[in-house]
C-alpha cells in the first residue's frame, strides 16, 4: 500500500458531526450552526469562507473545545470530545489544538524565542529544550535572525509569523486560525498566509483557516462556504 493511500485510509483528524449552536435572540433564538458536519485529515489546509455573522468563529470555536455546541459531535483522533470531563477537555485543547487569531497577542515583555518557547514552559519543559524546539519553528518561518528580538521589534508580519509557531510548538494535531492576516497589508499577508501554509505541510497538522480573503484561496486543498450554518464545498471554478 502506498504512503498516499496509507493516509487516505485513517480516520479524519478532526471530525464534526451535526453540530448545533443558537443563541437567545429577541423572544426566540437566532440559529448560527444547523447540523454542521466537518472532516479534516492530517496535512490538510481547509479553508472557511463567509461573510461576518456566517458562523466561522462559531465554527471555530466548537471545533477548539472553546464553545460547548447545543448539540452534535466533535471527533479529535477518533475520540468524542463533548464528553468528556472539563479537564479532560482542555488537556485535548491544551495538548492537540494549536490557534492563531486576528491579533498575535504576543507578550511584550519578551523575545521572539521566548514568546514561542512559552507553551513548552508551561506545560513543564525545560528552558533549554523549549528554546531548541521554538528556535526550530522560527527558522522555518525565517525568523532565525529575529529570535532575540521583542515583539515591538517586530513587523506587524514578523509578529504574526511567531504567533503561528507559538501555535504549533505544542505538536498538535489540528491548527485553527480566525483571520490569521485580517490585520496585516495584502503583500505581507501573503508572505505570512505562505509561511503558514509551509510549517503546516512539514508540521502534518491538519488546518482549518476562517478568513475573508478569497485571494488567499490559492493555498487551499479545499474551500468550505458558510451557508445557512452549515460549511458547504465549494464547487471548483
Known amino acids: ?13 478532526l471530525r464534526l458531526r451535526n453540530i448545533t449552536r443558537r443563541y437567545p435572540s429577541g423572544d426566540g433564538f437566532l440559529e448560527v450552526l444547523n447540523g454542521a ?31 460547548r455546541p447545543d448539540d452534535g459531535e466533535v471527533w479529535i483522533e477518533g475520540q468524542e470530545c463533548l464528553s468528556l470531563r472539563d479537564g479532560e477537555r482542555t488537556a485535548v485543547r491544551r495538548n492537540g489544538i494549536g490557534f492563531v487569531y486576528q491579533f498575535h497577542h504576543l507578550l511584550p515583555e519578551f523575545t521572539a ?36 528580538h ?6 506587524g508580519g514578523e509578529q504574526q509569523r511567531v504567533a503561528i509557531a507559538r501555535a504549533l510548538v505544542n505538536r498538535p494535531r489540528i491548527l485553527l486560525a480566525d483571520e490569521p492576516t485580517g490585520n496585516l497589508d495584502p503583500n505581507t499577508s501573503a508572505a505570512v498566509f505562505q509561511s503558514l501554509f509551509d510549517l503546516v505541510r512539514i508540521e502534518r497538522v491538519a488546518a482549518l483557516v476562517a478568513t475573508h480573503n478569497h485571494d488567499l484561496q490559492t493555498y487551499m486543498d479545499r474551500i468550505l462556504v458558510m451557508q445557512d450554518g452549515k460549511p458547504v464545498t465549494k464547487n471548483p471554478v
Do not use: C, W, Y
Open 1 to 13: 500500500m502506498s504512503e498516499e493511500t496509507s493516509e487516505a485510509t485513517k480516520d479524519p483528524v
Open 37 to 67: 458536519d466537518l472532516e479534516i485529515n492530517a496535512g490538510e489546509f481547509v479553508g472557511l469562507i463567509g461573510p461576518s455573522g456566517s458562523g466561522k468563529s462559531t465554527l471555530l470555536h466548537a471545533a477548539g473545545l472553546l464553545e
Open 113 to 148: 524565542l521566548d514568546n514561542v518557547a512559552m507553551p513548552l514552559r508551561i506545560a513543564g519543559q525545560g528552558a533549554r529544550s523549549a528554546r531548541k524546539e521554538a528556535a526550530r519553528l522560527l527558522d522555518i518561518m525565517g525568523l532565525s535572525d529575529r529570535v532575540k
Open 150 to 155: 521583542q515583539p515591538s521589534q517586530l513587523s
